[in-house]
């Protein structure tokens, strides 16, 4: 996987809340994909079938709904507010939130799948035939810095990582209605 190492690679467990502190208005990124709560919104049944996506199996919606409660409810109101009643480290930034069973960590992999067939989607390609540039438009996407220069940084990372993994074949996907392996 490519994108994960850049996400979360330096962390013993990657299981985490984001430890950056500082983006503007917080952050609720969970995992080894940090994925945030904002996210989670764009995982509805309507939004996905509107996008040649599967609907979202029962495991599925039980995970996005923990998710995003925890991100909403928890990471959102706790981050960098220790003297807040009801504060729990576990929230703060760098915590480790409510634990996931290994079940649950699965999905959360598929999800993150899922969300790579999206963002692809979002950008007007199929994510089963994407070429380097396209490829690159949508790992610049995932990691959605404003700043072009920080984006072309992480997309050359993932990519060289990902390279690694795949034995240097990046350019299309030899397993078509299976997302990319990042």
């Known amino acids: 996987r490519g994108i994960a190492p850049q996400e979360s690679g330096g962390e013993e467990d990657p299981w985490i809340r984001t430890r950056v502190r500082d983006t503007p208005g917080g952050s609720t990124a969970f995992g080894p994909l940090q994925i945030t709560g904002s996210t989670l919104d764009e ?41 807040k009643e009801g504060y729990d480290p576990k929230y703060d930034y760098g915590g480790a939130g409510d634990p996931l069973t290994s079940e649950e960590k699965d999905t959360y992999w598929d999800l993150g799948d899922r969300l790579f067939r999206l963002k692809s989607f979002y950008k007007g390609h199929d994510p089963d035939r994407l070429d380097d540039i396209q490829l690159a438009e949508v790992i610049a996407d995932w990691y959605g810095s404003k700043d072009k220069k920080k984006n072309d940084e992480y997309t050359a990372n993932v990519l060289k990582h990902l390279k690694k993994y795949t034995g240097g074949m990046v350019q299309r996907n030899p397993y078509p209605y299976s997302a990319r392996p990042i």
Do not use: I
Not at 48 to 71: F, I, M, P
């Open 43 to 83: 995982f509805t049944d309507k939004h996905l079938t509107a996008r040649g996506q599967e609907r979202l199996s029962d495991k599925e919606k039980s995970l996005v709904n923990k998710l995003k409660k925890q991100a909403k409810e928890k990471f959102a109101k706790y981050g960098n507010e220790p003297d």
